[in-house]
């Protein structure tokens, strides 16, 4: 029960929309938070929409429409493996389960220890740790941040002939900090953990942005004969970033991220 807390949840929601025969706007927006029903773990979502059209004449339309999210999610990992973690033990579930509750002895109460008093001297990389310290001393930060742009121009130049050109441009960034001191599976000092207290900060990039542009033809003669024709002519370009830093056997786990300059 030490392991695990209550879990509410907040969720805000607000939308406007209107207009008149010529305009169309509309915008919307969200707020998410939870609390994980593991102590230390939660996620957090912001979004935001707005979308406008408009008749600048009878001829000529264009609209608009961007959306923004913003996403964090925190905390021990529960059934996967943490932050590229190599082994089950790393996960939240792999302690708890194999953690004794109770020592037999008056004088030791395991709930409090950082680690189990009894190990086996023929393996000593089988330590086991207490898991509600690993997931109070887990910092395992993930956060997205995206933003998405559509925009359309769509002109008559006569009743037959239509050329329209669309646009659209996106970015998506990532960050994920963790930080494992020897409270943890992957901090502690035993022989086979040669990384000891280790910190990773990384940042993921990609941004992209496409044209299109059409000429579309369609006329019918004598109300019987229909001729319809497409002209189009389309580009688009991606580029991604990575970047980061690991700094391994951190002296002073005490510091946490600000320790990783040391």
Known sequence: DRLFQNSPTQ???MAITGGNADTRYSLSGSIFNQKGIIINTGSKRRQARISLDHSLS???????TANYASTE?????????????TTNSNSIFYPAFGYRPISGREDIDLTRDDLDDQTDPNNPNEVRVNPVKQAKNTYLVSGIRS?????????????YLVLRVTGNTSTVNRDVESFFSSKTPRGLKIPQNQNGVQATVMNYNTEMWSNENTLAYNRTFKKVHKVNGLLGFSSQKSKSKNYGLSVKNIPNENLGMSGLDE
Do not use: H
């Open 73 to 85: 999610t925190y905390g021990a990992q529960a059934a996967t493996l943490a932050g590229g973690a």
């Open 147 to 159: 933003l998405n742009a559509n925009s359309f121009l769509s002109y008559n130049i006569n009743p």
């Open 11 to 13: 969720m805000y929601d």
């Open 58 to 64: 009878n001829k000529l339309r264009v609209g608009v």
